[in-house]
């Protein structure tokens, strides 16, 4: 009996309806289009049939006031939320760069294999557990009271931005150190060996073989996280710090609208936006830089 | 002493490696149980075996990368498995090449090859670069600097990994199974850059699966079964008339395998 069969009578094309729902680009676009309006349309039409449509809109979305309150006007007791969105970025540029190196050195701590270092080590388990346990509100108000309450020299006299930082600092570094760990986790052994065996010491190894290829790896995660640092600096507010989320408050103390927190949130949405794609870009140039390394 | 960062360890002398009752375990699995074995300089000695039967890890704790349940192991008449030995002056002195390449992929090849002389060695980053342009021109990979490791054929990948070991100017090469991750096609361009390092006179442990090529350029082979070497003798008698029943159960397979 032949092991080749006979080839089955007929076409293996697509007919009906699937053959055009999955054809070409073009009709692909317009489809997609298409769903999106549908499925737009459909969320605005019941957010503006809704009972309390008006009172909603009017609370939330007034131009006029989510204009006021951009600006800002002190002499009615308000701060302006475009201004304080500034104090947002500040705060997250600095613990972003003090997370990377705090976070970078407890990962290497807890990575470290030298016996001397196991006191150590058992603090850096501790620290990651305690701090990633700990809701990060909590350790804001830890901070913020209890560092003030201590009457210490130079470290209770600093403004509740600085404790802030210094919270978001405390907590992001526990999540970013695993972050860390397991991209050097991800780097192979014989990586290690490869470099050993050419006699560099344990420090050139990591430095100039297992970190850079580590790095690459945690990039996604690592902006994940950022983005996520990004809106957490509103919790800051807590402490009374004049941030985004703290001026759109009390805009909504004094005027009786919530439109400054609508304001609040666009203004996060600009700041996260470009990182998440950017995030994405990096992947995707990741996986396309791997696919072309597979087929030479 | 190693200002300069050449050579410091003792070169004099007709020994190489000298390996005695070298026991190894991972965990309870004891994969070395007493192995003796001297390398004369310029002497290139074969490793043949089964998987698993110790070739590798041999070929690691000479290179330090494994450290040693019991024995000694004593390179030009020092020992380097006793205390107080600097583990990264013994590696200058001992290339070793992997099965699996191993090479620095976010590097380019001329880093890949520079990276260790100019870090360990020490030397300038100039010289570094025309002496590894000169080592890459030499085994036919003139054109291949620029290029990531990925890039590359396996073969290619592999002359890479000899080129980036000779780099650091080793008096001594190990070789764990360098052609056991290649096409076939590829296998020839490896084995033909190892028999011109054998040309030269550099003393080398290559563990293989290549029979033919073990009896062309070894000048003593020796047999591994389940962590012992079982038979040591020169390629001609070896693989003619084996002494031990075990060696010719797995010659027996060789060849039945078509291997050799």
Known sequence: MALTGSPPPGSFARTGRGARLLGGGRSGTVISTASTLVVLGALAAIFLLAPGARAVEHAFFSPPHMWQSFIGNPRQGYYSVGAAIWLNIRMFVVAEILILALALLIALIRQSTHPALFPIRILGTGYVDFFRGVPLILVIFAIGLGIPALSLPVLSTQSNAVYGVAALVLSYSAYVSEVYRAGLNSVHQSQVAAARSLGLPHRQALRYVILPQALRNIIPPLLNDFISLQKDTALVGVLGTIEANKAADIYSEQVFNFSSFTVAAILFLILTIPLARFTDRLIERDRRRRLAGATP | ?260
Do not use: Y
């Open chain 2, 1 to 260: 002493m190693s200002a300069g960062g050449e050579a410091s360890l003792p070169v004099a002398g007709h020994e190489a490696i000298r390996i005695e009752g070298l026991h190894k375990s991972f965990g309870a699995n004891e994969v070395l149980k007493g192995i003796d074995l001297a390398v004369a300089t310029h002497e290139v000695v074969c490793l043949i075996g089964a998987s698993g039967s110790g070739k590798s890890t041999l070929l690691r704790c000479v290179n330090l990368l494994e450290p040693i349940n019991s024995g000694r192991i004593s390179l030009w008449g020092q020992e380097v498995t006793g205390p107080g030995i600097d583990p990264n002056l013994v590696r200058r002195h001992v290339g070793i090449v992997f099965q699996a390449f191993n090479l620095f992929p976010h590097m380019t090849v001329l880093r890949n090859v520079t990276l260790a002389p100019a870090k360990v060695r020490r030397v300038s980053r100039a010289e570094a670069e025309a002496e590894a342009r000169a080592l890459l021109a030499r085994f036919g990979l003139a054109d291949k600097e620029a290029d990531f490791p990925d890039r590359l054929s396996g073969g290619q990948q592999q002359r890479v990994a000899i080129v980036r070991a000779l780099a650091m100017k080793p008096q001594i090469m190990l070789l764990d199974e360098v052609t056991s991750a290649l096409d076939p096609e590829l296998v020839a361009e490896v084995l033909d850059v190892i028999r011109e390092l054998a040309a030269t006179g550099m003393t080398m442990v290559i563990a293989t699966h290549e029979m033919g090529f073990a009896r062309d350029i070894a000048h003593r082979v020796c047999f591994l079964e389940e962590g012992r070497i079982i038979e040591d003798a020169p390629p001609a008698e070896l693989f003619t008339s084996p002494r031990d029943e075990r060696t010719r159960r797995f010659l027996r397979r060789i060849v039945d395998a078509g291997r050799l």
